[in-house]
């Protein structure tokens, strides 16, 4: 064939493949860090900056707020294709439809969704930093900007499918702004931001970024074994990061801000104080709900099935806590996909075999760094026998005669889901933590699970001749 030949057949075959190539990409973070390599290697030598510059761009991360600490999106290079311009655009422009989807937004492998425009904005502000720690704008771009149209936080969101993820749909038809996964990618935003502030040498490539961040796998000893820079240590780190009361300055910084760059009169001394007011309040929710509260995995991100028949609501706050051990599943799970297989699994034999109206548990602790929602809150379990309307029931994945599951994993729940239980009004403030076997006859936790909880603040023995 002629050079004429082949030269149009061979863009025929790119242009096809380029749609193809859209076509199979996911909304998951692992398609996302591939399209981020795809930018990264059509600029070969260009910095992170230059690449988050390009992101935005594609995305339209342009306004005048944003540009106040980052600078125009516009940073010149190759010209993205018009398939992985559109790719880029739709998963990085964050927006809430009127029907309740969430937009802007990836599964990352961990199970947990995140907003990616506060990411990309919290490591942009980052990379931009001349002194280690001093971040301009960190706060207000990932996440102060948005955290007094709210009031109310949330909520969470589930998605079409976790194979290949496309459309996420928001638990509540009244969302907030700051819903969860915007929480997420901004608290990794600041974090990742954080870390990646004025470091010496040659910065790292952004999709090596976050790759080592979102999909580092566990080996056997789970978080106790990992890095501390892991996305399935968002909060703890977060927490370490931002005191609450800096956060809420940085809100009403961001209101004079906005109100400035828009052109409209500055707020008034009575405004402010009221501003400060709204912000206070949504502060403490918002330290209640994502800083005090573990990171729990809800129901439809672990495939369950509904509950059959009509809950029994519980009266709150209730007095019991009650620890159990699978048993089987015998082995502790380290990843996303094992602990939602091994919830599946355990609501289906409480079902079909057991004959339950649910997964008997309140709540499961995964090893993977996640609680998991069994009946929640809200809902009597079927976990302690004649003790179901007084206590919550939460069991660790795994059996625990001799060995004990992660301190991660036991440390979220003696200290994180306890205090966030009682902070919520959901346990009574001098709760009884007890293991199933001081209530019903059963080995269950485990001898090793059971000798360690009795070591735990809150542990209770069984008041004599009641
Ligand atoms: C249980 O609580 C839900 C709200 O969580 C409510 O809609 C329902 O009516 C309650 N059921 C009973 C029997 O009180
Ligand atoms: C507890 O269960 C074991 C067998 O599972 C049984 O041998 C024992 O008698 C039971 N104890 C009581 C007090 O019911």
Known sequence: MDKGGWKPALALVVALLSTYAEAT???????????????EDGDPGSDPLAVLRRLRGAAGLNDAFIRHFL????????????????????????????DAKEEGVVLTPDGTTVALAPLLLGIEAGFLAKTAGRVRGLYQLTLAKDLDSSPVLGPDGCWDNIASPQVFTLLSSSPSALTAARVNGGMD?????????????????????????YCRPLESKGLDAAPRLVSRRRRENFRVLAAPPVLA???????????RLTGRSKLEVKEKKQ???LVKEGMEEFVHKYIDCPPIIPRCMWGAEPYRGTPTNLSLPLSFMYIHHTHTPSQPCLTFQQCAADMRSMQRFHQEDRGWDDIGYSFVAGSDGYIYEGRGWLRQGAHTLGHNSVGY???????????????????????TLASCAVGGGRLVADFVLQGHRQVVNTSCPGDALYAEIRGWEHFGEVKKGK
């Open 393 to 415: 029931g939460v069991s660790f994945i795994g059996d625990y005669v001799t060995g004990l599951p992660s301190q991660h994993s036991m440390g979220l729940v003696r200290d």
């Open 275 to 277: 501003l400060l007011a």
């Open 25 to 39: 990409s996911s909304l998951h973070m692992d398609d996302f860090i591939e399209a981020v390599r795809r930018v």
């Open 71 to 98: 600078g125009s999106a516009d940073s010149g290079g190759p010209k993205l294709n018009p398939s992985l311009s559109g790719y880029l655009s739709k998963a990085v422009h964050h927006r809430v439809t009127e």
């Open 189 to 213: 935003g600041a974090v990742l931001g954080m870390e990646v502030s004025a470091k010496d040498g040659r910065p790292p490539a952004l999709s090596g970024l976050l790759t080592e961040y």
């Open 249 to 259: 300055r940085q809100v009403v910084k961001a209101e004079e801000l906005q109100r």
